[in-house]
């Protein structure tokens, strides 16, 4: 299993649907979850971390499976504005050392009138 | 936002020629990193900072050194650029949750 694997897109969704991504990660000692939202030419941004007993921000979802180590995104009622490509970040925790973040290849999403 | 700068944004450079990317945060945080983005690879770690003087390796740190001699700058150096290290690159701070620079985008020719 690749480290951090997401389905590429991509999602071509209309305004005001709902839409999910998901993520799968290798490492089981794993510890911090994110997601990430890049714009296109643009630099990376945190949309949210994600915490085991799931979180939510607005319209946005996140879930975290430890046993299946699976994490998704929910969006609701999408807007124009999401279309981006979203990033899933996992952490190696290896010996608890710095700079050990591995970022999906992103899921594409774009949202149209 | 963090305020992280990166320059040049746009740089074209020939083959063999050095070339040194400079990252500048004002946040006095202590990690600082290096990735490089390319289509078809997610961001790939190039060196990370831990503080003043200390560095360390990345996943993909061939062909590249850094340099960190103050806090709030971070610098990225291609000795010998490549025609392979035509890339976007990426400054970002932070620990567990990282924060990005704009970006510099890198043609070699």
């Known amino acids: 299993r690749k480290e951090v694997e997401q389905d590429p897109g991509p999602f071509n969704v209309p305004e005001g649907a709902t839409v999910a991504f998901n993520c799968t990660y290798s490492?089981?000692?794993?510890?911090?979850f994110f997601w990430y939202r890049q714009d296109c030419r643009k630099e990376p941004k945190l949309l949210m971390s994600v915490y085991s007993s799931g979180n939510e921000d607005g319209r946005f979802t996140a879930q975290l499976n430890r046993a299946s180590q699976y994490i998704s995104l929910l969006i609701r009622d999408s807007k124009l504005s999401d279309s981006a490509t979203y990033l899933c970040?996992?952490?190696?925790?290896?010996?608890?050392?710095?700079?050990?973040?591995?970022f999906g290849k992103g899921t594409k999403l774009s949202v149209k009138p | 936002d963090a305020g992280i700068t990166q320059s040049p944004r746009h740089k074209v450079t020939e083959t063999g020629t050095p070339v040194t990317l400079r990252c500048h945060q004002t946040e006095n945080h202590r990690y600082m990193y290096w990735y490089r983005q390319d289509p078809g690879h997610g961001l790939r770690l190039i060196h990370y900072s831990y503080g003043v003087k200390d560095t360390d390796k990345g996943e993909v740190s061939d062909g590249y050194s850094v340099s960190r001699s103050k806090t709030e700058d971070f610098l990225l150096t291609l000795e010998s650029a490549t025609s392979s290290q035509t890339s976007v690159y990426f400054c970002?701070?932070?620990?567990?949750?990282?924060?990005f620079g704009p970006g510099t985008r890198l043609t070699v020719l």
């Open positions: 490492n089981s000692a794993s510890q911090s």
């Open positions: 970040v996992v952490n190696r925790n290896y010996g608890g050392s710095q700079g050990n973040l591995i």
């Open positions: 970002a701070i932070g620990t567990d949750t990282q924060y």
